[in-house]
């Protein structure tokens, strides 16, 4: 799949500032995190895809699909993705509003990818280290990937730490082959 950060920005930017005038910020990332969720089920995306269904319909299923838990607000904001065949870009849209929430809110979300999982005292020391580098609220989303052969690799923002053995020897490799 294409990378969708553009299309989506501009819609992403309007939901936000329509939640935000009308101080409903979380009831708008809660039902834009369903939306994506749905969106991204492998047989709702084989519809999506489908130059055969209408817009209109697509925009039902996922309607159906999400069984009234949307305010009236987010349904025309789905019925105005589909009429512009933007449904696909839904999860880069709910990736773009949580960002700009998590900005206004002065909160980041950090990636910590390790080889292991990360322990309690781990996280508290990498979520210290973080608000004091970032000086603002910090929240860990934590995974394990037993690729990065060990150590961890951590995303906040624009910032992206790369402290995993499999990093290194990446850089060692480069670094020789000059």
Known sequence: MSDMTPVARPYARAAFELAQSQDALQIWDDELSLLA???????VRAV???PRVERNAKAKLMLDIAEGELSPEVQNFLRLLAERGRLSALPSVQAQFAALKAETEKKVVAQVVSYRKVTQAQEKQILDALRQRLGCEVELDCSVDESLLGGVVIRAG?????GSVRGKLNRMAAHLSR
């Open 48 to 50: 999506l895809a489908d």
């Open 158 to 162: 624009d910032l992206v730490i790369d």
């Open 37 to 43: 969720a749905i969106a991204t089920d492998d047989r």
